[in-house]
């Protein structure tokens, strides 16, 4: 017997249909039984769940890498060529503590998003009364708005999409976490291109240069302004995408294949809140801020389904949502 294949060329079939009474069915079963016998997917192999989380894929690790690699020099040309060059003292404290706020914020939201369990299904997953379909990758039972990624090599649960840049998936745990990483790369690419565009509409405005003058900037501020201007094309594409997931409470998968029966939220306040936490406060800008408990709390403040699942999570339960809840 031969092992099915499991590479990234494979596309995980599963059916809409499927309920957690199935998983008991002898068809089931002896595929199950089937896939196990192959040493590529096994769930004796999955273990105990993994503390820390990291993708070992290394062209997601390479682009993480040059993400990081463009900040940072980002910011060593911006000292050297830019702010030091003043010799303004005050504009260029002012401006320097800003941007590297700015730029470590990003970085460490990049790191949370990196190293943040995405919302992955655990290996072998029972079935429970959430189960919508059934994972031949994973040997896992899965619930509703649940995707395989072939990168991750795992189920997700509300998986936006595989990101290489942050070499992860974005999907329901660390979602805020990418959001902030958008927010504050947008933030310090729009720093950069009014540090440089600012003195050169002062310099033609006072006329000391028009359209018949050259312009020979050096290598590294020509660097700087296109690593900005990627920086902020990216952040712009990626923030209208993640805000108009929020928006709809649709994950991006969802929005390209018009997905009309996804269940969303109330509403998109409400949205906002499992993203960022319950109640606005600066924690909604904080890349150490985890926001799930905290709307758990608020959750099991107004109905019993939140009281149900806040009492779920301290428990030894990785399935999220938890298995055995009931909502009203």
Known sequence: MTCPPTGPGHVLTTSPSFTHRSLHSPALSSGATY???????????????????????????????????LVLSSAWFLVRDLLVPSNNISYAVTNGVVFHLLASLALISHLRTMLTDPGSVPLGNPPGPDTVSYCFFCLSAVPERTDHC???ERCIRKNDHHCPWVNNCVGEDNQKYFLLFTLYIGLISTHILLLLGIPILLSH??????????????????????????????????????????????TTTEMLYRNKHSQGRQ???????????????LAWLSPFHSPKLTYLRFLSKKTRWGRQLLGKTRGKCSVWPPCGIESN
């Open 267 to 281: 509403s998109m306040w409400t949205n906002v809140k499992a993203i960022c936490g319950s109640r606005v406060s």
């Open 150 to 152: 072939l990168v991750c």
């Open 35 to 69: 896939l196990s016998s192959c040493s590529t997917v096994s769930v004796e192999e999955s273990g105990p769940e993994r503390c820390c989380w990291f993708v070992w894929d290394p062209l997601g690790i390479l682009f993480a890498m040059a993400m990081w690699v």
């Open 205 to 250: 405005a006072r006329g000391e240069w028009d359209s018949s003058s050259t312009v020979s900037p050096p290598g590294s501020i020509l660097f700087l302004f296109l690593a900005a201007l990627m920086g902020f094309l990216f952040a712009l594409v990626m923030l209208c995408f993640q805000m108009c997931a929020i928006y709809t409470n649709k």
